[in-house]
């Protein structure tokens, strides 16, 4: 077997594209402790680590650490005298896999690699651009109701199943408006925070549910209430998680414009 041949082998099996009989004759060598098959495979692993540290991203783990078994398993030993290997029955393949050819494969798959978590990275960039646009537009509609004039700041204040809980709200009848409460209890499971508008002797209108954190601090963006052109107090109650139509549990919190 030649070295052509052998490094043919090489590139093959380190990719693993060699059948049954080939993978066979190319391990018979690496057990025996040739030194052109155990040359060939180191370069060829060689080349791989070259083209990754050329790369932004390394290949995954298991391309090298697969490679570096293989070699590890060819332990160098005393090559028995007058020993060969029989001619390959046939051709090792219908096209013969060269060492270039070999790296240029491994080259491709490596930069797939790169380009996919590129691309990856571009669309967390993207969802970060969108969040921030969208944080751009709440900032600026905040600013826009707190410039108007008809913008009503209403405090309420903790009730008796909160009496150290406040909260504010910051409320525009066409814009809608903010909502920030702290020193609210942690909702018990399957509960939540409803707000209420109240506007004169109507029934109490859902302004959304919301929930707080472990320092008891929450918040709610209110869109505009329709059919509500003034709204007389705000009230938060504890209802049962995604809200009511109208109120039922525990007043935490009661604040009049």
Request: a neutral charge; glycine letters at 10%.
């Amino acid at each position: 077997m030649n070295r052509d041949e052998i490094g043919e082998l090489a590139a093959a099996y380190a990719l693993g594209g060699l059948d049954a009989e080939d993978r066979g004759r190319f391990e018979t060598l690496l057990r025996a402790g040739d030194p052109e098959a155990v040359a060939a495979l180191r370069e060829f692993e060689g080349t791989l680590a070259d083209l990754a540290a050329a790369a932004p991203e390394p290949p995954p783990p298991a391309v090298k650490a697969t490679l570096m078994e293989r070699i590890a398993a060819a332990e160098p030993a005393a090559r028995p005298p007058g020993r060969s290997l029989p001619r390959p029955r046939r051709a090792i393949w219908p096209v013969v896999l060269s060492g270039a050819m070999a790296a240029g494969i491994a080259a491709i798959a490596v930069g797939w690699a790169v380009s996919s978590s590129y691309e990856k990275r571009l669309d967390a960039l993207a969802r970060d651009a969108d969040q921030l646009k969208a944080d751009l537009r709440s900032q600026q509609t905040v600013i826009a109701i707190l410039r108007d004039p008809a913008t009503q700041i209403v405090a309420l204040a903790g009730q008796g199943a909160a009496p150290t809980a406040r909260a504010r709200m910051v409320w525009h009848a066409k814009a809608g408006g903010i909502f920030v409460a702290a020193g609210l209890p942690a909702a018990p499971e399957g509960k939540a925070y409803q707000l209420w508008a109240i506007a004169g002797t109507n029934a109490p209108v859902s302004a959304g549910v919301f929930n707080v954190d472990a320092s008891g601090t929450g918040s709610l963006s209110v869109q505009p209430l329709p059919g509500v052109a003034t709204v007389n107090a705000f009230a938060v109650t504890l209802e049962p998680a995604g809200g009511l139509p109208a109120p039922s549990g525990a007043m935490y919190l009661l604040g009049k414009s």
